[in-house]
């Protein structure tokens, strides 16, 4: 290969390095954030029985899908 090449391959891949890292330190900065925002959801007040019921409703919406899977 030619050394042209060879230093555009290198450039791309530091290129790539920088980004990757943007992306993680993104990711982490999303990963806190949800974190935050569900122990703030937490210290709401009614926080379980609104989960409670969120689980009732899920637990409803999966009956038919289990019944279909059933009929096969």
Request: a negative charge.
């Amino acid at each position: 290969m030619k050394e042209a090449k060879l230093i555009e391959m290198a450039n791309k891949i530091n290129k790539l390095e920088e980004t990757m890292s943007l992306v993680i330190s993104d990711l982490r900065n999303i990963n806190s954030l949800a974190v935050g925002t569900l122990e703030t959801i937490k210290r709401m007040p009614d926080y379980q029985e609104a989960l409670d019921k969120l689980k009732e409703e899920a637990a409803k919406a999966d009956e038919p899908k289990k019944d279909e899977g059933q009929k096969d």
